[in-house]
């Protein structure tokens, strides 16, 4: 069976429809007929600021909401990464085969800093993608569903497993990036030329999936649309009406085609309303559902505690197989 691995951040108490769309319904689909490893990579959202009390709620909401979104523990491993002490271990190594320049080339990092300031970005959000990178490789990963903003990640974590396999002798699978091309980035309602982002952008343009059913019916209804009247697909003229379409179809399996005949001749807000509809239903059991799992904490810490073993595992073959061909002392 070929593996899949991905990681979320618990930097937010909720997931956001990008998220989904662009990420987790690949990882439910891809449960299916692979071996999956789903982390929630509570490291990497150490690169910001964070308060304890909030990491472990997050971590926890992270984990119910997974688990609503069509996670299924007996199909796929769930796990904490820091839980699984191998990802630093690894992590390092990757860091010490990364060039300083071509670390310096990713974007996420560029965009990231310069929003925090450049001196006052931490040294963590440099090596932010030699870390995934471990997280990775450490499972031998054959696909990784993730978003387009993660296509260079993936493409270093790619270059990092040749150069250690052809330095080293054969260590790594090479990953490959699963990326949809209909829903890889999701934008922001209210400014529809930048990606929905749980850290930057405002509360208003992001559909949260802990968000009530009434707040989410009426930040769509406030979506910002473009000039004319049209319900037509044109990410350059229409980047709004364009990205209600791409999530309507997305979420209520309508082809784009069928949605601007649907709404031919009708103006935006009765579009607006029918996307409007479709979010709030769809989204209504799964934050219900994630709810109820919040309650009983000790049941979603024994998914993860029992995610992590079977991670550690693997992990752990990975990283004795590393050091041996680096030449640690075992
Ligand atoms: P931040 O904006 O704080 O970096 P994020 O919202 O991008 O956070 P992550 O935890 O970094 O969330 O991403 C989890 C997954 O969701 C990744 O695979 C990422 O590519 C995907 N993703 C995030 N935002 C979008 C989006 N707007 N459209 C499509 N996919 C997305
Ligand atoms: N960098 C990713 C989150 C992430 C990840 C991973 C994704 C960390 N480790 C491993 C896929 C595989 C992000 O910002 N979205």
Same mark, same amino acid.
């Given at each position: 069976?070929?593996?899949?691995?991905?990681?979320?951040?618990?930097?937010?108490?909720? *997931?956001?429809?990008?998220?989904?769309?662009?990420?987790?319904?690949?990882?439910?689909?891809?449960?299916?007929?692979?071996?999956?490893?789903?982390?929630?990579?509570?490291?990497?959202?150490?690169?910001?600021?964070?308060?304890?009390?909030?990491?472990?709620?997050?971590?926890? +909401?992270?984990?119910?909401?997974?688990?609503?979104?069509?996670?299924?523990?007996?199909?796929?491993?769930?796990?904490?990464?820091?839980?699984?002490?191998?990802?630093?271990?690894?992590?390092?190594?990757?860091?010490?085969?990364?060039?300083?320049?071509?670390?310096?080339?990713?974007?996420? *990092?560029?965009?990231?800093?310069?929003?925090? !300031?450049?001196?006052?970005?931490?040294?963590?959000?440099?090596?932010?993608?030699?870390?995934?990178?471990?997280?990775?490789?450490?499972?031998?990963?054959?696909?990784?569903?993730? !978003?387009?903003?993660?296509?260079?990640?993936?493409?270093?974590?790619?270059?990092?497993?040749?150069? *250690?396999?052809?330095?080293?002798?054969?260590? *790594?699978?090479?990953?490959?990036?699963?990326?949809?091309?209909? +829903?890889?980035?999701?934008?922001?309602?209210?400014?529809?030329?930048?990606?929905?982002?749980?850290?930057?952008?405002?509360?208003?343009?992001?559909?949260?999936?802990?968000?009530?059913?009434?707040?989410?019916?009426?930040?769509?209804?406030?979506?910002?649309?473009?000039?004319?009247?049209?319900?037509?697909?044109?990410?350059?003229?229409?980047?709004?009406?364009?990205?209600?379409?791409?999530?309507?179809?997305?979420?209520?399996?309508?082809?784009?085609?069928?949605?601007?005949?649907?709404?031919?001749?009708?103006?935006?807000?009765?579009?607006?309303?029918?996307?409007?509809?479709?979010?709030?239903?769809?989204?209504?059991?799964?934050?219900?559902?994630?709810?109820?799992?919040?309650?009983?904490?000790?049941?979603?810490?024994?998914?993860?505690?029992? !995610?992590?073993?079977?991670?550690?595992?693997?992990?752990?073959?990975?990283?004795?197989?590393?050091?041996?061909?680096?030449?640690?002392?075992?």
């Amino acid at each position: 069976m070929k593996r899949v691995l991905s990681g979320i951040q618990p930097t937010s108490d909720s *997931f956001h429809l990008g998220n989904y769309l662009g990420a987790v319904k690949q990882w439910v689909e891809l449960q299916d007929g692979h071996d999956a490893f789903y982390c929630i990579v509570d490291l990497h959202a150490l690169t910001v600021e964070t308060d304890p009390a909030l990491l472990r709620k997050r971590t926890l +909401a992270s984990a119910a909401q997974l688990l609503a979104l069509g996670i299924s523990p007996e199909k796929s491993t769930l796990f904490v990464q820091s839980q699984v002490p191998q990802h630093n271990q690894l992590g390092w190594i990757m860091e010490c085969l990364t060039g300083f320049g071509e670390a310096s080339r990713m974007t996420q *990092f560029k965009d990231k800093s310069s929003k925090a !300031g450049a001196d006052s970005a931490r040294v963590g959000l440099f090596t932010y993608p030699m870390l995934q990178a471990a997280d990775i490789l450490l499972y031998q990963a054959d696909y990784v569903p993730v !978003g387009e903003d993660q296509r260079q990640h993936i493409e270093l974590t790619r270059d990092l497993a040749g150069r *250690f396999n052809s330095r080293y002798g054969q260590t *790594f699978q090479l990953p490959e990036a699963y990326i949809l091309k209909t +829903a890889a980035k999701i934008n922001d309602i209210q400014e529809p030329t930048a990606k929905m982002s749980k850290s930057s952008g405002s509360v208003a343009g992001v559909i949260e999936i802990m968000d009530s059913p009434e707040a989410n019916l009426k930040k769509i209804k406030s979506a910002v649309t473009d000039a004319g009247r049209e319900v037509k697909f044109d990410p350059i003229e229409k980047p709004g009406i364009s990205n209600l379409l791409t999530i309507h179809s997305a979420l209520s399996g309508s082809s784009i085609s069928a949605l601007e005949g649907e709404f031919a001749g009708k103006g935006y807000g009765d579009f607006k309303a029918a996307v409007a509809e479709v979010v709030v239903e769809y989204l209504r059991p799964i934050r219900a559902a994630a709810l109820e799992l919040l309650e009983d904490e000790k049941h979603l810490l024994d998914i993860l505690h029992q !995610g992590s073993q079977k991670a550690g595992a693997v992990a752990q073959e990975t990283i004795s197989a590393t050091y041996k061909n680096l030449g640690v002392v075992l």
